[in-house]
């Protein structure tokens, strides 16, 4: 085992963590309190676990993932939350994450998911939330919202940047009639009931990057 990462912004949590893991044989090789320089991190220790915090301020949780796996393929996530989230875990369980742990999970269950995650040819895909939200999530995954595709991901990104139809479909070379169905289809997907409120959905659960400061966003086109 290459050793583990943490990532958390509680300095404590980081620590206590760390002593938990070296009590239990595990290495630890890092930790960290941000996204940014936890990839920086990755990159250089290339460890075989990353235990991922969710909930730190100024984090998109799912490119964060991403792009862990980008620099360090090898090293399996493992996410650690304080909430129960249907359409969180969806994307992360999308992204690629060995596990999904809420903060409340067993001394045991930890290490035993942090030892399952550090084997590479382990398929199985740890998750500990309540069984109402695992319903929902399994009932949402069967349905007709699942996730965005890229091409839509790609449009709703455009939007975000307030360029019309038209300028999305020359853009992606792609027809206008195009855009409008896959605007149709993330409407659909996100519960959306404008372009505006797409977007701020899209950001909310971290699927495009939001705006940047000090722009305003005006919807260049109408939906239909």
Sequence with gaps: MNGILIVDDHRLLRET????????????????????????????????????????PGHFPVETVRRLRHVAPRSRVIVLTMHDDQQLIRQMLQAGVAAYLHKSVSRANLVG?????????????????????????????????????????EVLTLVGQALSNRQIASRLSI??????????????????????DAVNRGIAADLIPAARSGRTWRPAAAFS
Aim: hydrophobic residues 40%.
């Design 17 to 56: 963590m760390r002593e938990i893991l070296q009590l239990e044989g595990l290495p630890v090789v890092g930790d960290t309190g941000d996204g940014t320089s936890a990839v920086a991190l990755a990159r250089q220790t290339q460890p075989s676990v990353v235990l991922l915090d969710v909930e730190m």
């Design 113 to 153: 998911a942090i030892r399952s995650a550090a084997h590479e040819n382990e398929p199985q895909v740890t998750v500990t939330i309540s069984r109402p939200v695992a319903v929902g999530v399994s009932d949402a995954d069967g349905g007709d919202s699942g996730p965005l595709s890229q091409r839509e991901l």
């Design 175 to 196: 027809t206008e009639g195009t855009v409008k169905r896959h605007m149709r289809n993330v409407f659909r997907k996100l519960g959306a009931s404008s372009r505006l």
